[in-house]
């Protein structure tokens, strides 16, 4: 969908930003609940549109279906 996905470590968030660079959302915090993140440093998008997050701090991998 052209979209790029950030993860901001020090701050437990991912920006989604569209293609001209406009923030389209953020979420995270810092915790361990879902949509909650200690250390979020990888992020990849699978083929059927879900966006991964490599939660260092928690030891986790994390899945977020995408709208």
């Not at 250390?39 to 994390?62: E, F, I, K, T, Y």
């Amino acid at each position: 969908q052209g979209h790029v996905f950030v993860s901001v470590p020090e701050m437990f968030r991912i920006l989604e930003f569209d293609v001209e660079g406009k923030i389209l959302r953020a979420w995270g915090e810092y915790g361990v609940q879902p949509n909650q993140f200690a250390l979020p440093s990888g992020l990849a998008v699978d083929a059927q549109g879900n966006l991964w997050v490599a939660d260092a701090g928690n030891h986790r991998l994390m899945k977020f279906r995408l709208p």
